[in-house]
């Protein structure tokens, strides 16, 4: 399972287009590949595949109209025109390195679409012939290794995906490949190996706000609080951190013993993104009940305890605010849930014979 999630969030990978501004009216009928391309950089896909197909229209012969257009479709799940479109790029352009990159990519979309994971492993192997058919035509293509390496990944095969992105890095030097190496090292459990690559990869992209989440949460695994502190909060100088970039930081804050700091970084976390972090919301409860405002750590802990039921952590924090507030009734109700759910849970049962 790790290999897939791993796999899943690498995907995307690949060329992405400039964000430059839209070109004047008239510079969108004489060129809607070159629209198209901006608007699915800015994640606008629909109106891109519209752009795309016009483009296609106009020039039928086109490849890099085609290689959009089979970009975009693997963006909105149209997996079947995707994949069909890719083979008849590739047979109409076979020097085209970019039609062997997207016909892989839709066999992979296929074995991440598929339920059967052991089944569908077929369209791995799909996607491999296919790369090695490209290596044919270009062995000094960089992408093609990066892409071959995600291909392992998914497959489970760590040797292979590490040769293969070490060959991509030998060839170019890149931000995706290392951050790539860096995951993959993350799953093989050789830390201070992705802290590396991380680490390289945020010098030549320092402005890439995800690779820096990604590169802190590693270093709290490594118990380098301070150091994941910096690293985010450098990063909200150049853009304001999201979600899961103020959910790390508060985390971090937490391990240095910064608990306002913690609490500030974890609510801006719980307002950006409500339903996202559970965590966060009981991470909240314990610092509010540290603080002494048992109010703000019942509210937390409630819609912890909302998202995740079952959890006895959260059921436990939610007893012992509702202690603190004097509601009794209340936190033996919780407690009790949280015995439940964790039989023979000491602490529980200690907060039960008080009440």
Not at 42 to 69: I, M, N, V
Not at 75 to 89: D, H, I, V, Y
Not at 238 to 252: I, Q, V
Not at 315 to 330: F, M
Request: aromatic share 8%.
């Amino acid at each position: 399972m790790r290999w897939l999630i791993l796999a899943f969030g690498l995907s995307a990978l690949g060329a992405l287009a400039q964000q430059t501004p839209p070109p004047p009216p008239q510079t969108v009928q004489q060129d809607p590949l070159r629209l198209g391309v901006q608007l699915y950089a800015l994640g606008r896909y629909e109106t891109a595949l519209e752009l795309f197909e016009r483009a296609l229209k106009e020039k039928p012969g086109d490849p890099d109209a085609q290689y959009w257009l089979v970009r975009t479709q693997l963006k909105l799940g149209l997996l079947n025109p995707a994949l069909e479109n890719a083979k008849t790029l590739v047979a109409r352009n076979p020097r085209y390195m970019g039609g062997y990159m997207v016909l892989s990519e839709a066999y992979m979309a296929f074995y991440r679409a598929a339920e059967d994971k052991e089944r569908a492993k077929g369209y791995l192997d799909q996607a491999l012939s296919v790369l090695k058919d490209a290596e044919k035509i270009n062995p000094k293509y960089a992408s093609l290794y990066l892409q071959r390496g995600l291909v392992y990944i998914l497959l489970g095969q760590g040797p292979q995906a590490e040769e293969s992105l070490k060959k991509a890095l030998a060839l170019e030097d890149t931000p995706e490949v290392r951050k790539t190496l860096a995951e993959l090292y993350l799953a093989l459990g050789r830390l201070d190996e992705a802290l590396e690559q991380y680490a390289k990869a945020l010098e030549q992209n320092p402005k890439d706000s995800d690779l820096r989440v990604r590169y802190a949460s590693a270093l709290l695994l490594k118990n380098q609080a301070a150091e994941a502190v910096r690293v985010l909060e450098e990063g909200h100088r150049l853009k304001p951190l999201d979600a899961e970039g103020w959910y790390t930081l508060g985390r971090a804050y937490l391990l240095l013993g910064r608990k306002k700091e913690a609490g500030v970084a974890l609510e801006n976390a719980v307002a950006l993104a409500p339903l996202r972090f559970p965590t966060a919301y009981a991470y909240l409860g314990q610092i509010y009940l540290e603080l002494g405002d048992a109010q703000k750590a019942r509210s937390r802990y409630t819609v912890a305890v909302r998202l995740e039921p079952k959890n006895p952590e959260y059921r436990l924090g939610l007893c012992l605010a509702s202690e603190k507030l004097g509601d009794k009734a209340g936190a033996r109700y919780q407690c009790q849930e949280a015995l439940k759910l964790k039989p023979g849970y000491k602490e529980a049962e200690e907060v039960l014979k008080r009440l």
